[in-house]
Nanobody, 126 residues
Framework: QVQLVESGGGLVQAGGSLRLSCAFSGRTISTYTMGWFRQVPGKEREFVAALWRGGSNTYYEDSVKGRFTITKDNAKNTVYLQMNNLKPEDTAVYYC???????????????????WGHGTQVTVSS
């Protein structure tokens, strides 16, 4: 049983930064692909970033490339999402997700992830 707990959300002005954390427990984090997704009311959950299991390959949604960075600390069983130069359109609930058997072609599909946190709110004011 995997458990994911997000933290680090909050209110920030446009151009500011936040670092989200996702505490992973229950299994060995290095064997899981870790993803960050976000969702606003009335819209589908969308892919933000992912870090492939067992390695350091990272993937990003186009609108966050160059601004967001996903990293992982295996010793702390924690995944981070560093968000810089935040924009009002980044406002959403951010979710951490994990899956052990994901294939690369489905990396951006939230329905393919088995484990989810409860989310943390990020609000960017203009």
């Amino acid at each position: 049983q995997v458990q994911l707990v997000e933290s680090g959300g909050g209110l920030v002005q446009a151009g500011g930064s936040l670092r989200l954390s996702c505490a992973f427990s229950g299994r060995t984090i290095s064997t899981y692909t870790m993803g960050w997704f976000r969702q606003v009311p009335g819209k589908e959950r969308e892919f933000v970033a992912a870090l492939w299991r067992g390695g350091s390959n990272t993937y990003y949604e186009d609108s966050v490339k160059g601004r967001f960075t996903i990293t992982k600390d295996n010793a702390k069983n924690t995944v981070y999402l560093q968000m810089n130069n935040l924009k009002p359109e980044d406002t959403a609930v951010y979710y951490c997700a994990a899956d052990r058997t994901l294939i690369l072609s489905t990396l951006r599909d939230p329905s393919k992830y088995d484990w989810w946190g409860h989310g943390t709110q990020v609000t960017v004011s203009s």
